[in-house]
């Protein structure tokens, strides 16, 4: 087990990788609007997404002895249909690969997941928001339908 911890220095040259990564995502991918690190004393990154079927939305990625965590705020609880809701989620959490969708503060819905240190490289930092992006793309409408289904009734 020893031998997952990154040391001082190993995670140094894993945050050079990780924020020159997000830098270049900025300047070439269309879909990063803005990426702003944490506190000087964390090694945290907040990405600003642009979506279509939500408009936007933050990725937090923070490493960590470790590992790299990863997650986004999906949406409230839900205002009804509660037990239909989170039905929808987690049957939808065997379709998502790395990550799953998990209650936060308040009862929050968020995608989360880890990556251990000694994976980290830019394809599965690509995979990561490829995959963040197109689970929130793919699963916030149908879950908005249904647990806000008085809002979004048609009349």
């Not at 050079?16 to 945290?44: F, H, K, M």
């Not at 989620?89 to 379709?95: A, Q, S």
Request: aromatic share 12%; charged share 25%.
């Amino acid at each position: 087990m020893a031998d997952d911890i990154a040391d001082e220095q190993q995670l140094d040259l894993i945050e050079i990788q990780i924020t020159d990564w997000l830098a270049s995502e900025l300047a070439t991918n269309p879909v990063v609007a803005a990426v702003e690190r944490g506190e000087p004393s964390e090694r945290r990154w907040y990405v600003r997404v642009l979506g279509e079927s939500k408009d936007i939305f933050t990725i937090w990625f923070t490493l960590r002895q470790r590992t790299l965590h990863y997650e986004t705020y999906v949406m409230p609880a839900p205002d009804e249909n509660h037990a239909q809701f989170f039905e929808h989620l987690l049957r939808r959490n065997r379709k998502v690969n790395g990550m799953s969708f998990c209650i936060g503060e308040e009862d929050a819905v968020f995608l989360a997941g880890s990556l251990p240190v000694h994976a980290i490289d830019d394809g599965e930092l690509d995979r990561i928001l490829g995959s963040i992006y197109m689970y929130v793309e793919q699963f916030f409408l149908p879950a908005l339908r249904i647990g806000f289904a008085t809002r979004f009734a048609t009349n």
